[in-house]
Nanobody, 115 residues
Framework: QVQLVESGGGLVQPGGSLRLSCEASGRIFSIDNMGWYRQAPGKQREFIAGFYGGRNTRYAESVQGRFTISRDNYKKTAYLQMNSLKPEDTGLYSC?????????WGNGTLVTVSS
């Protein structure tokens, strides 16, 4: 069984920072196709950041310049560094990994940005 587990969420004030982690476990040897998604309260899940074409990255316009995705292939872990957080960044952050045509999702970690 392959599992994705997110961590690092919590309550943070506007302007603050958080670092999210997504660790893959089980029989998996590559996390090349990893991405982060967010589901805000009352809204559909949306793409936030991800890797493509190897080491290239893509970000949603709303987080460009504030969020940074990275990964450690040995630890099979992807990260999302979130800076200058805004209340509208509040939501459930989930990671997705596509391997052999199958989408794998974690259960998410909750981020709440509020004063």
């Amino acid at each position: 069984q392959v599992q994705l587990v997110e961590s690092g969420g919590g309550l943070v004030q506007p302007g603050g920072s958080l670092r999210l982690s997504c660790e893959a476990s089980g029989r998996i040897f590559s996390i090349d196709n990893m991405g982060w998604y967010r589901q805000a309260p009352g809204k559909q899940r949306e793409f936030i950041a991800g890797f493509y074409g190897g080491r290239n990255t893509r970000y949603a316009e709303s987080v460009q310049g504030r969020f940074t995705i990275s990964r450690d292939n040995y630890k099979k872990t992807a990260y999302l560094q979130m800076n200058s957080l805004k209340p509208e960044d509040t939501g459930l952050y989930s990671c997705k990994l596509v391997v052999y045509g199958v989408e794998l999702w974690g259960n998410g970690t909750l981020v709440t940005v509020s004063s």
